[in-house]
């Protein structure tokens, strides 16, 4: 089983970036994923998830209108896109994903830095 983001780094704020999460070693379509974010000093929190069928999202309220979650079962890969991005932003963002049938087996990823910096 493996999770690998990528597309992390720095940006200005106000820019976009498009974090991806590939997954590998368990059935992709069973799964619903998700995008955690931790910053420095404080705790995980969720940022977005989609349902395994990608019908149904749901985004925390600070990147309502900014961050689209989606996916794609052709590569298994989710996508964050990030827009209008601001410091408050920088984080270590996680991938997640958790099946939605018994065992509700959860898999994170290493996890990519974003910095949101002038």
């Known amino acids: 089983v493996q999770l690998v983001e990528s597309g992390g780094g720095l940006v200005q704020p106000g820019g976009s970036l498009r974090l991806s999460c590939t997954a590998s070693?368990?059935?992709?379509?069973?799964?619903?994923m998700s995008w955690f974010r931790q910053g420095l000093g404080k705790e995980r929190e969720l940022v977005a998830l989609?349902?395994?069928?990608?019908?149904?999202?749901n985004y925390a309220d600070f990147v309502k209108g900014r961050f689209t979650i989606s996916r794609d079962y052709a590569k298994s890969t989710v996508y964050l896109q990030m827009n209008d991005l601001t410091p408050e932003d920088t984080a270590v963002y996680y991938c997640?994903?958790?099946?939605?049938?018994?065992?509700?087996?959860?898999?994170w990823g290493p996890g990519i830095q974003v910095t949101v910096s002038s």
């Open positions: 997640n994903a958790r099946q939605v049938v018994w065992p509700d087996n959860t898999y």
């Open positions: 070693g368990f059935p992709f379509r069973n799964y619903r």
């Open positions: 989609i349902s395994h069928v990608g019908y149904n999202t």
